[in-house]
């Protein structure tokens, strides 16, 4: 099972109509996508997080509620709200985003029970909590405690330069929380943030690079592989790279890294580049993820 702790907000998607920018609500949050994605996908995945006690919360509680996921553990704060995300789109369906999140809900997060812990293989943990001191105390010590468990320690880097504005502290932070995962993704823009040295230096890591309609690439163990992406016409990237570290999560789930072989990271990276495409088509981080069925046509 792939358990996934983190934020969980609303996407306000913004677009022109009649000269008046309108915003439609969708659910979000880089962990909750990548766990709705995995169930779509075939895997066994869990959530935990929270949400205000407000109108955005009932929303993205009733949704949850409706994706398939193995377990959820989502709190309601009755003191805070919903975490909100502004997201504007470009004419290639490329993303910006500015975030509603002055003590608002997502890193308030509940304790993960032991139990849950112990039901996990893969424990994939979200970054924007480490923009607060609780956040970060929080994923150091649920790291610490998945990895005590035996537990392959999943992390997006996912790094927000509205959120995290002083970027030589915010990396700091990160390479502390990096150094406790065995599964790292950076994108190409992130590599060029904390260096191709740095990013290169985690022999005994799975680090997932990706380079959007360049696909991406693998690198463990001292090898590296680049896989091509499929050709698409994006309509809304939002959330495309969490489809992608879904896909492939999803096809390591049950396995140990002694099992990843070279062919075994190509055909989890393949998978990954097809469901990180395919969800490009529509509007929204999982509203438009793609079935078994249209991923197995594109692979």
Same mark, same amino acid.
């Given at each position: 099972?792939? =358990?996934?702790?983190?934020?969980?907000?609303?996407? @306000?998607?913004?677009?022109?109509?009649?000269?008046?920018?309108?915003?439609?609500?969708?659910?979000?949050? !880089?962990?909750?996508?990548?766990?709705?994605? !995995?169930?779509?996908?075939?895997?066994?995945?869990?959530?935990?997080?929270?949400?205000?006690?407000?109108? @955005?919360?009932?929303?993205?509680?009733?949704?949850?509620?409706?994706?398939?996921?193995k377990e959820l553990y989502l709190r309601r704060d009755p003191r805070r709200n919903t975490t909100l995300a502004f997201v504007s789109l470009d004419e290639h369906g490329d993303r910006s985003f500015c975030f509603y999140r002055k003590?608002?809900?997502?890193?308030?997060?509940?304790?993960?029970?032991?139990?849950?812990?112990?039901?996990?293989?893969?424990?994939?943990?979200?970054?924007? @909590?480490?923009?607060?001191?609780?956040?970060?105390?929080? !994923?150091?010590?649920? @790291?610490?405690?998945? %990895?005590?468990?035996?537990?392959?320690?999943?992390?997006?880097?996912?790094? %927000?330069?509205?959120?995290?504005?002083?970027?030589?502290?915010?990396?700091?932070?990160?390479?502390?929380?990096?150094?406790? !995962?065995?599964?790292?993704?950076?994108?190409?823009?992130?590599?060029?943030?904390?260096?191709?040295?740095?990013?290169?230096?985690?022999?005994?890591?799975?680090?997932?690079?990706?380079?959007?309609?360049?696909?991406?690439?693998?690198?463990?163990?001292?090898?590296?592989?680049?896989?091509?992406?499929?050709?698409?016409?994006?309509?809304?990237?939002?959330?495309?790279?969490?489809?992608?570290?879904?896909?492939? =999560?999803?096809?390591?789930?049950?396995?140990?890294?002694?099992?990843?072989?070279?062919?075994?990271?190509?055909e989890a990276f393949a998978y990954g580049n097809v469901t990180g495409a395919l969800n490009t088509l529509g509007h929204g981080a999982i509203e438009?993820?793609?079935?078994?069925?249209?991923?197995?046509?594109?692979?």
């Amino acid at each position: 099972m792939i =358990l996934c702790i983190g934020e969980i907000l609303c996407d @306000m998607t913004g677009s022109v109509q009649s000269g008046k920018t309108v915003y439609e609500q969708n659910a979000g949050g !880089a962990p909750f996508n990548v766990a709705c994605a !995995a169930a779509k996908f075939g895997a066994e995945s869990a959530f935990v997080g929270c949400v205000g006690d407000d109108l @955005m919360g009932t929303f993205l509680e009733r949704f949850a509620r409706a994706q398939g996921l193995k377990e959820l553990y989502l709190r309601r704060d009755p003191r805070r709200n919903t975490t909100l995300a502004f997201v504007s789109l470009d004419e290639h369906g490329d993303r910006s985003f500015c975030f509603y999140r002055k003590n608002t809900a997502d890193y308030h997060l509940p304790a993960v029970p032991e139990d849950l812990l112990g039901r996990a293989h893969i424990v994939h943990v979200g970054s924007l @909590m480490l923009s607060e001191r609780a956040g970060r105390l929080y !994923a150091a010590e649920l @790291m610490r405690r998945a %990895r005590e468990a035996g537990k392959l320690v999943s992390f997006d880097v996912n790094f %927000r330069s509205d959120i995290f504005r002083n970027t030589r502290a915010a990396l700091k932070v990160y390479r502390e929380i990096i150094a406790l !995962a065995d599964i790292v993704k950076f994108s190409e823009d992130e590599v060029a943030i904390f260096g191709e040295d740095y990013v290169s230096g985690f022999p005994e890591k799975l680090v997932c690079v990706t380079f959007g309609k360049n696909g991406c690439e693998w690198r463990f163990g001292g090898k590296r592989h680049a896989l091509p992406a499929i050709d698409v016409k994006p309509v809304d990237t939002t959330g495309a790279g969490d489809a992608f570290f879904a896909g492939v =999560l999803s096809r390591l789930d049950g396995t140990s890294p002694a099992q990843w072989t070279a062919e075994k990271l190509d055909e989890a990276f393949a998978y990954g580049n097809v469901t990180g495409a395919l969800n490009t088509l529509g509007h929204g981080a999982i509203e438009h993820l793609p079935s078994r069925e249209e991923i197995a046509r594109r692979l």
